[in-house]
Antibody, heavy 120, light 108 residues
Framework: VQLVESGGGLVKPGGSLTLSCAASGFTFTDYSLTWVRQAPGKGLEWVSS????????YYADSVKGRFTTSRDNAKNSLYLQMNSLRAEDTAVYYC??????????????WGQGTLVTVSS | SSELTQDPAVSVALGQTVRITCQGDSLRSYSASWYQQKPRQAPVVVIY???NRPSGIPDRFSGSSSGNTASLTITGAQAEDEADYYCSSRDSSGYHLVFGTGTKVTVL
């Protein structure tokens, strides 16, 4: 079971970037997926989640209206389209597989993360 | 939105027991999960659904909860347990997730 993020880099404030997460080793369509970020030296922040079919997406207030999560089940891939980027979006972005059991919700496994830096 | 509060740092002598707490209103309705994060590594779940350990997690890790407080206990702490620990739970809406502020555990 593996998740591998890509697409991070340096982008100017107001710019856009798309992150990808390639999944392997499990039945992709059986799991919801989530993006979590961590600013340098800071804690974890839940960003967004998407259901198995992609029909439903959920966003933190801090990114709602600027970020869009999607998935391509044929390619076993998850995406995070980030627009109108701000300095405070600078973080390592992790993708993670959702595990849900009787209402309990946890993430396992996580990818290794990809760094997004928003700076002029 | 919901908040989960943790003590910023705790220390424990090698082989002793340490309890990390997580407080928040959402914990009255939802169970906490716990993640361990070592420097420059992705988080790893150590407890989910209040007190369930994934395979490969030592049984010295355990979880409990009461009211608005969830706890992670490390019984017989080892040097390799030195890390940051984060709790998480659903927020009051049930559709979003919130992480705790994190606790840095130092093993002396």
């Amino acid at each position: 079971v593996q998740l591998v993020e890509s697409g991070g880099g340096l982008v100017k404030p107001g710019g856009s970037l798309t992150l990808s997460c390639a999944a392997s080793g499990f039945t992709f369509t059986d799991y919801s997926l989530t993006w979590v970020r961590q600013a340098p030296g800071k804690g974890l922040e839940w960003v967004s989640s998407i259901t198995t079919s992609g029909s439903y997406t959920y966003y933190a207030d801090s990114v709602k209206g600027r970020f869009t999560t999607s998935r391509d089940n044929a390619k076993n891939s998850l995406y995070l389209q980030m627009n109108s980027l701000r300095a405070e979006d600078t973080a390592v972005y992790y993708c993670a597989r959702d595990n849900i059991w009787f209402g309990e919700w946890w993430f396992d496994p996580w990818g290794q993360g990809t760094l997004v830096t928003v700076s002029s | 939105s919901s908040e989960l509060t943790q003590d910023p740092a705790v220390s424990v002598a090698l082989g002793q027991t340490v309890r990390i707490t997580c407080q928040g209103d959402s914990l009255r309705s939802y169970s906490a999960s716990w993640y361990q994060q070592k420097p420059r590594q992705a988080p790893v779940v150590v407890i989910y659904g209040k007190n369930n350990r994934p395979s490969g997690i030592p049984d010295r890790f355990s979880g409990s909860s009461s009211g608005n407080t969830a706890s992670l206990t490390i019984t017989g702490a080892q040097a390799e347990d030195e890390a940051d620990y984060y709790c998480s739970s659903r927020d009051s809406s049930g559709y979003h997730l919130v992480f705790g502020t994190g606790t840095k555990v130092t093993v002396l």
